[in-house]
């Protein structure tokens, strides 16, 4: 068994699928790892992955052609998700998608295309529900800060939501758990950027500008419930608790 | 009636969203709008829920009522005239104000604004015409509007609410117009329907033009809803189906809701409801919205003249199945779309899978699973490749009962989910079984 070691990007493990491909071992002898995952193999013999532009531009054109778009959407999802295997689930799913062609991704029989649908799955429950509970608060300056610590690598996923909808405010949104950022200019660009351990997580802590509307927010919401319904599991539910250390009603 | 002057917006929203909340309907979908550059907020196809209150229901809209004064006094509200509670109103600043700035930090989808009638129907319209204005030109808020047409209100000042908002609703509250007579004397159902016909009017005539006229809003976008009380009246789950289905049809309603009666007013003529609110039976009702709306059946399938009332211990697609299990087995690698959907246990998503699925190779129990149908209902009405997932006697008995088990939990659960019990071996299912006959005549007789 030859193990691939690639970076836990979508480049990354693209480039990956291209050396497992054309290394001529066979796809039965080759498997894929994203590095630094901790498990060691005993009677492995393991490559590293040469990141270069082209090989994950062809990867992801034959991607394109021949399993289509939607699909290849899939697989950069499956890419953001939190699961050790991955990047070897992603290549066992392309043998059979570029193969397969456009329909590949609808044959939830096939144990590699379910494998896939999956991890697109919760990753995409998962950027949802952060659209949906993610709690701004505003900072010195007018400018509206979110942190979150979500499962999967799903910051990414939000930013064309809020981008569309408060393209005139300048935002940040932190991905506590990567140490990684989204920030927004009013009527300007959005860049992603990794911030390090230090002063600015340290900051996140402290309270904002205009705490009256986060107070006003949390009066809403309690009178808003009705007495005689309460329903604890029904709210858990839909809220699962790991949200709640992040959402202004709950603190 | 007094409206406390000075209020701190605080408490005022205290009072007018404790007033607003048994509004059942918090939806922000239907409209699909992009941002404006400049501007705040967007509008989403599917709606999007920000939080879930301690109800279990979820908060997608600053729901709240202008104000709670009224002058009507239906039995059934908290808001009636003669009731001693705390008054209050905004001011549309106010309301604007609280909506952009909750807006900004996602808490909120966008507004849903109701109200007590104040004074007349035609100035409470025009105060929420204010109040929309005000947010959508002074404060070019682009997020979701949600808001009631006050029945009685001038057509005119309905029609230039509705080109602002994105969906308005009026409350048909009781299904029959006896209901509504005994309850809510002062208003009458000619006088509901009049602007719920006014809006479907202007919602269709808005789909006759064939070029949006750039910089005008189209009207309703999201069409419209309403919203009914069960268990307040006697009136029965075929009257309450029958109705919503020719609302549906008659008034092409995008939602009608449902909302359990709460006792909030000590009145003879309302229900005691010792059990509390009815939650199982609105639960029901949903249950045969959702088969209405999206599985293609209609409310004679359903529920009947002669059985009025949804089975306790089934849900309404197992109930249906069960009384015509002559069409079933069905084969999952033949069955067209529509005949898979009536399947206990397949929905609309793990139909279309399997539409989707079968195309590459023929499917088998283990992939069902996989693609979310639930195995547990409908193994029993299913067959893979001719074989059944394990042998069972094509009797409607005998599935009812294997069946039942798994429902009367999920049922209970609703009705009781307070309470706690501790599991045992003589678990009898939460129910209580008759006393024999013996036991009955020994308590009449005293011998134990």
Same mark, same amino acid.
């Given at each position: 068994?030859?193990?691939?070691?690639?970076?836990?990007?979508?480049?990354? @493990?693209?480039? +990956?699928?291209?050396?497992?491909?054309?290394? !001529?071992?066979?796809?039965? %002898?080759?498997?894929?790892?994203?590095?630094?995952?901790?498990?060691?193999?005993?009677?492995?013999?393991?490559?590293?992955?040469?990141?270069?532009?082209? *090989?994950?531009?062809?990867?992801? &054109?034959?991607? @394109?052609?021949?399993?289509?778009?939607?699909?290849?959407?899939?697989?950069?999802?499956?890419?953001?998700?939190?699961?050790?295997? *991955?990047?070897?689930?992603?290549?066992?799913?392309?043998?059979?998608?570029?193969?397969? !062609?456009?329909?590949?991704?609808?044959?939830?029989?096939?144990?590699?295309?379910?494998?896939?649908?999956?991890?697109?799955?919760?990753?995409?429950?998962?950027?949802?529900?952060?659209?949906?509970?993610?709690?701004?608060?505003?900072?010195?300056?007018?400018?509206?800060?979110?942190?979150?610590?979500?499962? %999967?690598?799903?910051?990414?996923?939000?930013?064309?939501?809020?981008?569309?909808?408060?393209?005139?405010?300048?935002?940040?949104?932190?991905? *506590? %758990?990567?140490?990684?950022?989204?920030?927004?200019?009013?009527?300007?660009?959005?860049?992603?950027?990794?911030?390090?351990? +230090?002063?600015?997580?340290?900051?996140?802590?402290?309270? !904002?500008?205009?705490? &009256?509307?986060?107070?006003?927010?949390?009066?809403?919401?309690?009178?808003?419930?009705?007495?005689?319904?309460?329903?604890?599991?029904?709210?858990?539910?839909?809220?699962?608790?790991?949200?709640?250390?992040?959402?202004?009603?709950?603190? | 009636?007094?409206?406390?002057?000075?209020?701190?917006?605080?408490?005022?929203?205290?009072?007018?969203?404790?007033?607003?909340?048994?509004?059942?309907?918090?939806?922000?979908?239907?409209?699909?709008?992009?941002?404006?550059?400049?501007?705040?907020?967007?509008?989403?196809?599917?709606?999007?829920?920000?939080?879930?209150?301690?109800?279990?229901?979820?908060?997608?809209?600053?729901?709240?009522?202008?104000?709670?004064?009224?002058?009507?006094?239906?039995?059934?509200?908290?808001?009636?005239?003669?009731?001693?509670?705390?008054?209050?109103?905004?001011?549309?600043?106010?309301?604007?104000?609280?909506?952009?700035?909750?807006?900004?930090?996602?808490?909120?989808?966008?507004?849903?604004?109701?109200?007590?009638?104040?004074?007349?129907?035609?100035?409470?319209?025009?105060?929420?015409?204010?109040?929309?204005?005000?947010?959508?030109?002074?404060?070019?808020?682009?997020?979701?509007?949600?808001?009631? /047409?006050?029945?009685?209100?001038?057509?005119?000042?309905?029609?230039?609410?509705?080109?602002?908002?994105?969906?308005?609703?009026?409350?048909?509250?009781?299904?029959?117009?006896?209901?509504?007579?005994?309850?809510?004397?002062?208003?009458?159902?000619?006088?509901?329907?009049?602007?719920?016909?006014?809006?479907?009017?202007?919602? /269709?005539?808005?789909?006759?033009?064939?070029?949006?006229?750039?910089?005008?809003?189209?009207?309703?976008?999201?069409?419209?809803?309403?919203?009914? #009380?069960?268990?307040?009246?006697?009136?029965?789950?075929?009257?309450?189906?029958?109705? /919503?289905?020719?609302?549906?049809?008659?008034?092409?309603?995008?939602?009608?809701?449902?909302?359990?009666?709460?006792?909030?007013?000590?009145?003879?003529?309302?229900?005691?409801?010792?059990?509390?609110?009815?939650?199982?039976?609105?639960?029901?009702?949903?249950?045969?919205?959702?088969?209405?709306?999206?599985?293609?059946?209609?409310?004679?399938?359903?529920?009947?003249?002669?059985?009025?009332?949804?089975?306790?211990?089934?849900?309404?697609?197992?109930?249906?199945?069960?009384?015509?299990?002559?069409?079933?087995? #069905?084969?999952?690698?033949?069955?067209?779309?529509?005949?898979?959907?009536?399947?206990?246990?397949?929905?609309?998503?793990?139909?279309?899978?399997?539409?989707?699925?079968?195309?590459?190779?023929?499917?088998?129990?283990?992939?069902?699973?996989?693609?979310?149908?639930?195995?547990?209902?409908? /193994?029993?009405?299913?067959?893979?490749?001719?074989?059944?997932?394990?042998?069972?006697?094509?009797?409607?008995?005998?599935?009812?009962?294997?069946?039942?088990?798994?429902?009367?939990?999920?049922?209970?659960?609703?009705?009781?989910?307070?309470?706690?019990?501790?599991?045992?071996?003589?678990?009898?299912?939460?129910?209580?079984?008759?006393?024999?006959?013996?036991?009955?005549?020994?308590?009449?007789?005293?011998?134990?």
């Amino acid at each position: 068994m030859t193990v691939f070691v690639c970076r836990d990007t979508f480049e990354g @493990i693209l480039c +990956g699928v291209y050396d497992g491909w054309t290394s !001529g071992l066979g796809h039965d %002898n080759v498997c894929l790892e994203i590095e630094d995952t901790g498990n060691v193999r005993m009677f492995a013999d393991y490559r590293r992955v040469e990141e270069e532009d082209w *090989k994950f531009l062809r990867v992801e &054109e034959a991607v @394109i052609r021949r399993a289509g778009r939607k699909t290849c959407g899939m697989v950069y999802r499956a890419s953001l998700s939190r699961e050790e295997e *991955k990047a070897d689930r992603i290549y066992r799913f392309l043998i059979y998608a570029l193969s397969a !062609g456009r329909d590949a991704a609808e044959r939830l029989q096939i144990p590699a295309v379910n494998a896939v649908f999956q991890m697109n799955r919760s990753v995409e429950n998962e950027a949802n529900r952060l659209i949906e509970f993610l709690r701004f608060r505003q900072i010195a300056g007018g400018a509206l800060l979110a942190v979150a610590a979500p499962k %999967n690598d799903v910051i990414a996923l939000t930013v064309p939501h809020f981008v569309d909808r408060m393209n005139a405010e300048n935002w940040i949104i932190c991905d *506590k %758990n990567r140490r990684k950022a989204a920030v927004h200019r009013s009527m300007g660009s959005t860049v992603t950027v990794h911030i390090p351990d +230090g002063a600015f997580w340290e900051k996140l802590a402290e309270p !904002g500008d205009q705490q &009256e509307f986060e107070e006003l927010w949390k009066t809403f919401c309690r009178s808003i419930a009705i007495g005689q319904r309460t329903n604890p599991r029904c709210q858990m539910n839909h809220l699962p608790l790991r949200y709640r250390p992040y959402m202004t009603e709950f603190t | 009636m007094w409206i406390q002057e000075n209020m701190e917006l605080n408490e005022k929203l205290e009072i007018l969203a404790d007033a607003a909340k048994y509004d059942v309907s918090c939806t922000s979908s239907g409209s699909e709008r992009r941002g404006k550059p400049g501007q705040l907020g967007n509008a989403v196809k599917a709606g999007i829920c920000h939080s879930f209150s301690a109800d279990g229901r979820c908060i997608s809209l600053l729901k709240i009522l202008f104000t709670n004064q009224c002058v009507y006094d239906c039995r059934y509200c908290i808001n009636r005239r003669s009731n001693d509670v705390r008054r209050a109103a905004f001011t549309p600043e106010e309301v604007c104000r609280l909506t952009v700035e909750f807006y900004r930090r996602n808490y909120i989808e966008g507004l849903f604004l109701s109200s007590g009638v104040l004074e007349s129907p035609d100035h409470t319209m025009d105060l929420l015409f204010q109040t929309l204005w005000k947010l959508r030109c002074e404060y070019g808020f682009n997020g979701y509007i949600h808001v009631k /047409a006050i029945p009685g209100a001038d057509p005119e000042l309905i029609r230039m609410t509705g080109l602002l908002a994105d969906r308005m609703s009026v409350n048909l509250e009781l299904p029959t117009s006896e209901g509504l007579r005994m309850l809510a004397p002062s208003k009458s159902r000619s006088r509901i329907l009049a602007p719920m016909r006014q809006i479907q009017r202007g919602i /269709a005539a808005g789909k006759q033009e064939i070029v949006p006229r750039k910089g005008f809003r189209s009207f309703v976008p999201a069409g419209q809803s309403t919203q009914m #009380i069960v268990g307040a009246t006697r009136d029965s789950d075929f009257q309450l189906l029958a109705v /919503a289905e020719a609302l549906y049809r008659n008034y092409e309603m995008k939602r009608v809701f449902y909302s359990a009666f709460v006792r909030v007013n000590d009145d003879s003529l309302l229900p005691a409801l010792p059990g509390g609110p009815p939650l199982l039976r609105e639960h029901r009702l949903y249950q045969a919205d959702w088969l209405m709306r999206f599985y293609g059946f209609r409310a004679d399938e359903l529920l009947t003249e002669d059985r009025p009332n949804f089975n306790l211990f089934l849900d309404p697609k197992c109930d249906w199945a069960l009384r015509n299990m002559n069409r079933f087995p #069905i084969e999952v690698n033949t069955a067209d779309y529509a005949e898979l959907l009536r399947v206990p246990g397949i929905g609309v998503r793990s139909a279309r899978r399997i539409i989707a699925a079968r195309r590459g190779s023929r499917l088998d129990f283990p992939d069902l699973k996989k693609m979310g149908v639930v195995l547990k209902r409908a /193994a029993f009405f299913l067959t893979c490749g001719g074989r059944m997932m394990y042998p069972v006697r094509m009797d409607a008995d005998a599935v009812a009962a294997r069946l039942v088990g798994e429902e009367q939990r999920r049922a209970w659960d609703i009705e009781h989910r307070d309470a706690y019990r501790q599991m045992s071996m003589f678990d009898d299912g939460f129910l209580n079984p008759a006393p024999a006959p013996e036991d009955a005549g020994s308590v009449l007789s005293g011998q134990m």
